[in-house]
Nanobody
């Protein structure tokens, strides 16, 4: 049984930082969490991946280094630095339970949506005017 719940969304001023949380409920010892973003009118995009408990992370070059991912206990965080209006969207966390993948450090594949069976409901983040 896996449950994911995102929180921390809201209205953000451009240039500010924001931290989103993903509360993970699972009995799995090894799993991967990736944060995705669904911007208006665009495809969902993978932003940051972490494998637990080995703590390996992967950030795609496409997000320009403005996102960091970390975890503490059963919560995975996404830190957004220097928020931009184009960061507006719904942010989801998703869990990969495939032991062969998540027992190694994540790579480019971790942004492949089809690898994820469990998704949270999402949290909306919008730029304030």
């Amino acid at each position: 049984q896996v449950q994911l719940v995102e929180s921390g969304g809201g209205s953000v001023r451009p240039g500010d930082s924001l931290r989103l949380s993903c509360a993970v409920s699972t009995t799995l010892d090894y799993y991967g969490i990736t944060w995705f973003r669904q911007a208006p009118g665009k495809e969902r995009e993978g932003l940051a991946c972490i494998h637990i408990p080995n703590d390996g992370t992967y950030i795609p070059d496409s997000v320009n280094g403005r996102f960091t991912i970390s975890y503490a206990g059963k919560t995975v965080y996404l830190q957004i630095h220097s928020f931009r209006p184009e960061d507006t969207g719904v942010y989801y966390c998703a869990l990969d339970r495939q032991r062969a993948r998540v027992s190694r450090p994540p790579g480019r594949r971790c942004t492949r949506e089809s690898d994820y069976d469990y998704w949270g409901p999402g949290t909306q983040v919008s730029a304030s005017s």
